[in-house]
C-alpha cells in the first residue's frame, strides 16, 4: 500500500497516473476511484495525453488526431476501470473495493486499485471510535483485500490545513486524522512544487517499508502541462 500525499495544487494526482500509465503499459490493470477527476470523460482525456504525448485540445502544439484517440481509448478500456462516484450518497473504502472485486477477478497479470482521494469517501466509525481507531480499523480492512487478490493500493491522502510555511514539504505525520497513515504505509510518496507557476516537481520517497523494492530519497521531475506528463530533471 502506497500513500500518497502533498500540499494543495502540487499535482499529486497527475503523478500517480503519470506512474500508472506507466505501469499499463507494462501489463498493468488499474481500478480507479477519483471522485475530484470528474467527469470521467476529462480524466480520461489527461490519460489520452500521457500515452500519446499530445494534447487532447487545441493550443500551440499539434493535438492528437481522431484516429490516435480511438487506439489509445481502446487501449484504456483494456487497462483500466473507472468507478463513479455514487449521486446519492458516499461511498466507503470497503465499498470502492468491493465494486472492483469481480473484475479483478478476471484479470490476467498484476493489478492495482487507486482512490484519490481519502476524504471524499463515506466515513463511518462505531460508536466510541475514535478517527485514529478507524482510519486504522479502514486500512488494516483495505490491506486484507489487497493481499487476497494480490493488488497494489495507491491512496491519496491531504496533509491538515497547512500553515503559513508552504515551502516545506509534508511528511505523512502531517495527513489528517492518524499517524496510521505513516506507520501502516508500505510506501510513502510525497510530491511537492514549491512554486505553482514552476513545472519543477520533488517526488520524495518518505518511507519504503524494510524488505521491500526501492529506496527513500529525492527526485526532482518537471511537468510538461501540455501532455501533462512528467520527466526527470537532467
Not at 11 to 30: F, M, P
Not at 32 to 53: D, R, V, Y
Not at 170 to 192: C, E, F, M, Q, R
Request: charge should be positive.
Amino acid at each position: 500500500m502506497t500513500i500518497v500525499t502533498g500540499w494543495p495544487g502540487s499535482g499529486k494526482s497527475e503523478w500517480l497516473d503519470a506512474l500508472l500509465v506507466n505501469l499499463c503499459r507494462q501489463g498493468w490493470h488499474i481500478g480507479m476511484f477519483s471522485p475530484e477527476n470528474q467527469p470521467i470523460e476529462l480524466h480520461a482525456s489527461k490519460w489520452l495525453e500521457k500515452i500519446t504525448g499530445k494534447p487532447f485540445g487545441r493550443g500551440p502544439t499539434e493535438r492528437m488526431t481522431i484516429s490516435e484517440v480511438a487506439e489509445c481509448a481502446a487501449k484504456l478500456d483494456g487497462w483500466m476501470r473507472f468507478l463513479e462516484p455514487p449521486r446519492d450518497g458516499g461511498v466507503s473504502a470497503m465499498g470502492v473495493v468491493k465494486a472492483f472485486e469481480s473484475w479483478f477477478g478476471k484479470q490476467e497479470g498484476p493489478c492495482g486499485l487507486v482512490i484519490d482521494p481519502w476524504n471524499e469517501l463515506e466515513h463511518k466509525r462505531r460508536r466510541d471510535e475514535t478517527e485514529t481507531d478507524y482510519i486504522g480499523r479502514a486500512i488494516r480492512a483495505i490491506k486484507r483485500f489487497a493481499r487476497r487478490y494480490n493488488i497494489a493500493i495507491w491512496v491519496i491522502a491531504h496533509p491538515v490545513k497547512p500553515g503559513m510555511d508552504m515551502e516545506k514539504p509534508p511528511t505523512l505525520y502531517s495527513i489528517s486524522g492518524s499517524s496510521h497513515w505513516a506507520n501502516k504505509a508500505d510506501y510513502g510518496a510525497i510530491v511537492h512544487r514549491i512554486d505553482k507557476r514552476s513545472p519543477v516537481t520533488d517526488l520524495i520517497m518518505d518511507k519504503v517499508r524494510m524488505g521491500l523494492p526501492g529506496q527513500e530519497g529525492l527526485s526532482r521531475l518537471v511537468l510538461d502541462r501540455e501532455t501533462s506528463s512528467y520527466r526527470q530533471e537532467l
